[in-house]
């Protein structure tokens, strides 16, 4: 089964940086936009950021925009999340998906990616 593999999580400071990456265990999302999605403790998983499958189209959530960048290299197959100026309620869960054979739009919805990794745990302390 293809499975997204998260790495880069970890325990930091308030106004630290990060940098999240996400790799296939097998096959190629070259084709595919991907995203990153958050879920803190008793709350809904929600999108991060997202980047369409040649990179030309990125979005990103309100909460991050200006702090956090969103990349992927498909010669690595390789997506990464950079992290700037965190603060404690960036604490979550983050997750990266694959949604294949981009449809022209950056989706959303979590509803809407198909291919999901286990999750890499980003705590902020204040």
């Known amino acids: 089964q293809v499975q997204l593999v998260e790495s880069g999580g970890g325990l930091v400071q308030t106004g630290d940086s990060l940098r999240l990456s996400c790799a296939p265990s097998a096959r190629t999302f070259s084709g595919a936009d991907m995203g990153w999605f958050r879920q803190g403790p008793g709350k809904e998983r929600d999108l991060v950021a997202a980047i369409s499958w040649n990179g030309a189209m990125t979005d990103y959530a309100d909460f991050v925009k200006g702090r956090f960048t969103i990349s992927r290299d498909n010669a690595k197959n390789t997506m990464y999340l950079r992290m700037t100026s965190l603060k404690p309620e960036d604490t979550a869960v983050y997750y990266c998906?694959?949604?294949?054979?981009?449809?022209?739009?950056?989706?959303?919805?979590?509803?809407?990616?198909?291919?999901w990794g286990q999750g890499t745990q980003v705590t902020v302390s204040s």
């Open positions: 998906a694959a949604r294949p054979g981009s449809a022209g739009y950056l989706a959303r919805s979590a509803s809407e990616y198909l291919f």
